[in-house]
């Protein structure tokens, strides 16, 4: 059974790589990543940046041109600070495929180093009572506001989002596991409560109970 969890943000956000769409979402089950989602900012109009030039087709974009870049990443569960990584830096942005390319080569080489280089800036929580650990990933350096063994409480602000670690975009990844331990979790399924998505551009809102975002679906909390 999916284990349901709060979503980990405010406000207009876009589903990417969902496990609604293909498990492993991500293609892989490397890293506990099997049911794992992305989640990139979106202002009101569903736009993740609010505009466009010559380094959009041609080469790289600051980060914090996106909207996703700096908003606050909240706790999507009740638990303990069980694992937390700072000071990775926060990459250049790449919606070029000129920018793509090099740095798609090069993923092979990331995930030789181990889980810090995919992952970034990370915080890694135990919910209570279960046995089952969430990971939110790829933050915004300098950041985190906690550290291991603090208590959060859902909703209490982590640290903000960022484009760490194997992130061409800023976003964030969220996933559940079996494990604090990257290196060798497995993935636990996931659903979300409480959510308004949007669905292929639709006008109007769906309030959803319980559920996962579908691919390219846009989503706030209820």
Do not use: K
Not at 78 to 83: E, I
Not at 134 to 161: E, F, I, K, P, S
Not at 178 to 203: K, N, Q
């Amino acid at each position: 059974m999916p284990v349901e969890i709060a979503l980990p943000f405010a406000g207009r956000w876009l589903a990417m790589n969902s496990p609604a769409r293909r498990v492993p979402s991500h293609g892989i089950d490397l890293l506990g990543q099997r049911y794992a989602i992305d989640f990139v900012g979106v202002d009101d109009r569903h736009r993740d940046a609010a505009h466009t030039d010559w380094r959009t087709l041609l080469h790289t974009e600051p980060p914090d041109r996106f909207f996703s870049f700096g908003r606050p990443i909240l706790a999507p569960v009740d638990g303990v600070v069980v694992g937390v990584h700072d000071g990775e830096p926060d990459h250049e942005a790449r919606r070029s495929q000129l920018a793509l390319l090099p740095y798609a080569l090069g993923q092979a080489a990331r995930v030789r180093l181990g889980p810090t280089a995919v992952a970034g800036n990370h915080v890694v929580l135990e919910l209570r009572q279960s046995g089952v650990f969430a990971a939110l990933v790829h933050l915004r350096t300098g950041t985190l506001r906690v550290a291991v063994g603090d208590t959060v409480v859902t909703g209490q602000q982590l640290a903000q989002c960022g484009n760490s670690g194997n992130s061409t975009q800023p976003h964030v990844h969220v996933q559940l596991m079996d494990s604090a331990d990257l290196a060798v979790a497995r993935g636990v399924p996931v659903a979300f409560r409480g959510y308004r998505e949007w669905i292929g551009g639709t006008r109007h809102p769906t309030l959803v109970g319980r559920g996962i975002p579908g691919e390219r679906s846009v989503v706030e909390p209820a």
